[in-house]
Nanobody, 122 residues
């Protein structure tokens, strides 16, 4: 099992940057596909990005491609989401999650963090 804790959220102006971190405790972190999801106010949770255990396979939602970068440090049991050129529509609670399957599907992720709020506003 994994326990996941996100950090790094906050208030940022449009065009700004933030880096989210997700620290994992538990066994075999490098064997999990790690994903980031977000839930905007009043909307359903949606896929943002995911990366395989080795870091070789990475994929993104079209809405963040070219602006967000997912990365991981298996030695530190941590996954990151670098968010650049932030827009107001990126405002959401951001969650990290883990699965054994390479997928964008929310329900396939077995372990979830508690979420961190990102607000993009001037």
């Amino acid at each position: 099992q994994l326990q996941l804790v996100e950090s790094g959220g906050g208030l940022v102006q449009p065009g700004g940057s933030l880096r989210l971190s997700c620290a994992a405790s538990g066994r075999a972190f490098s064997s999990y596909i790690m994903g980031w999801f977000r839930q905007p106010p009043g909307k359903e949770r949606e896929f943002v990005a995911a990366q395989s255990g080795s870091g070789v396979t990475t994929f993104y939602a079209d809405s963040v491609k070219g602006r967000f970068t997912i990365s991981r440090d298996n030695a530190k049991n941590t996954v990151y989401l670098q968010m650049n050129s932030l827009k107001s529509e990126d405002t959401a609670v951001y969650y990290c999650a883990a699965t054994r399957i390479v997928t964008r599907t929310t329900t396939a992720y077995n372990y979830w963090g508690q979420g961190t709020q990102v607000t993009v506003s001037s």
